[in-house]
């Protein structure tokens, strides 16, 4: 990568953590401290803490459209100004309803979709996939983060200055969209990179795209929902209020460990489908033993272990399933739907888990998040074995549509290639490949031919 495609890049990934750790501060402290608020039913604190999945999961693919028309800085400073805006309400609220609106008016700021698609605006095809890990990984490490420094910030500033400081961020946030992002020399449709709406009704015609969108949604009703009840569970581990990074910090560095041999095993074993299984069945029996536990610490750290181990390893490999699994010329519209599933799944996980909360309390909420883990491992099972297929794009320049298809038609034939998509427009061809045959050489030569 060039020094301006790693500042691109390395920006853009420090406006997803600024974001992303004011969101998952919240999550281990924010049933103890609204359970205090005038107003707080269990149901209410539920839609509290989920309401900003459902602008978010509304509003992610219509900022990212907008953001092809107006400008990808435009659109990413006016969604951190909402998000901003939305802690700051959530800050000041003095009930449930104001920082419900607050978690409403975070949602807002729905700016992922033109983050990536910034990403692909500043950097060049063959690298475009490792500026895309980068951001990945920037996510994975951000909700590690931010689950360790939750407890220990509210208990120095409490849970409104986390908002506060959430409001801090996206003010960083937008410093960097502005003095640090390069601005792109132009605006374009990038396939791999954003959602096409054309290309919409195809993708969700797709079965197994819809199993793996089903779940990522299902593993955030599952998140959203534990975190309701989790956090009371630490009394019988004697844990003071903010003292409970002591037990995430280790549980958290445990599950990290043990993900990243799970995930190499899956994808250089091309065992995909077993360790998604397994990882889904670990996710089941880990509620389980957490609604079991009782006065049993030890039990309880164990299941937290296997839990957040589990939530790794589909983080992971949820997403490299979907761009495995899209058409060529879909990556980015899969990948959209996908995003917004993931923050409906939190919408749903808050307010199903404060219903369910209301109805039989820890209990209630653990049987809900056992009942979507074992739906989401029978739809699971009947998924296909996935194929070692990887992206691969070539630029071909400008062609009419006549030319387009009759390169696809050749690129096709090509050792190696699964799919093969010309976008005349934008002058690319988008390929799916089987990289244990495939010869860039021969498709290099076709595309310069």
Not at 363 to 380: C, D, K, P, R
Request: with cysteine; proline share 4%.
């Amino acid at each position: 990568m060039t020094p301006r495609e790693l500042r691109a890049t390395g920006s853009l990934a420090a406006i997803f953590a600024m974001r992303l750790l004011g969101l998952f501060m919240i999550y281990p402290v924010f049933a103890a401290y609204a359970r205090h608020l005038p107003g707080a039913t269990p149901e209410m604190i539920g839609l509290a803490l989920g309401a900003y999945g459902l602008t978010q999961g509304v509003l992610q693919i219509p900022f990212g459209l907008l953001s092809d028309r107006i400008g990808r800085k435009t659109v990413i400073s006016v969604g951190l100004v909402l998000f901003g805006i939305g802690s700051a309400v959530a800050a000041l609220a003095t009930s449930i309803d104001g920082v419900l609106l607050g978690r409403i008016l975070q949602g807002t700021g729905a700016v992922g979709s033109a983050i990536l698609a910034s990403v692909a605006d500043l950097t060049r095809e063959e690298v475009r996939t490792r500026a895309m890990a980068m951001i990945g990984m920037t996510i994975g490490f951000s909700f590690v983060i931010a689950i360790v420094l939750g407890p220990l910030l509210a208990g120095a500033i409490g849970v409104s200055g986390i908002f506060w400081l959430t409001a801090g961020l996206a003010a960083i946030g937008i410093a960097i969209a502005q003095g640090v992002v390069p601005t792109p020399a132009a605006i374009l449709r990038h396939r791999d990179a954003e959602p096409v709406p054309a290309l919409f009704a195809r993708v969700l015609r797709n079965g197994e795209l819809l199993r793996l969108d089903f779940g990522i949604f299902a593993l955030h009703v599952v998140l959203t929902a534990s975190f309701l009840t989790v956090p009371g569970l630490f009394a019988s581990l004697q844990i003071a209020n903010g003292g409970e990074w002591r037990i995430y910090l280790p549980v958290l560095a445990a599950s990290v460990v043990l993900m990243v041999p799970a995930v190499i095993f899956a994808e250089k074993g091309g065992r995909m489908k077993e360790v998604l299984i397994a990882a889904i069945a670990l996710l089941a029996a880990s509620i389980g033993a957490m609604a079991v536990a009782g006065n049993m610490g030890a039990v309880l750290v164990v299941a937290l272990i296997g839990f957040f181990t589990a939530f790794n390893v589909m983080e992971a490999m949820l997403p490299s399933l979907v761009t495995k699994g899209a058409p060529a010329d879909a990556k980015g519209t899969a990948t959209g739907v996908y995003s917004s599933a993931q923050f409906l799944g939190i919408f749903v996980g808050g307010a199903g888990g404060g219903l369910a909360s209301a109805v039989d309390g820890a209990t209630g909420v653990f049987i809900l998040a056992l009942a979507v883990a074992l739906i989401w491992l029978a739809v699971a099972v009947t998924m296909r074995r996935p194929g070692r297929y990887r992206s691969y794009l070539a630029r071909c320049g400008r062609l009419a549509r006549a030319e387009a298809g009759a390169l696809a038609s050749r690129l096709q034939a090509a050792p190696g290639v699964v799919e093969a998509v010309v976008a005349p427009d934008e002058g690319v061809a988008y390929l799916k490949i089987d990289p244990t045959r495939f010869d860039s050489d021969a498709v290099n030569r076709i595309v310069a031919g």
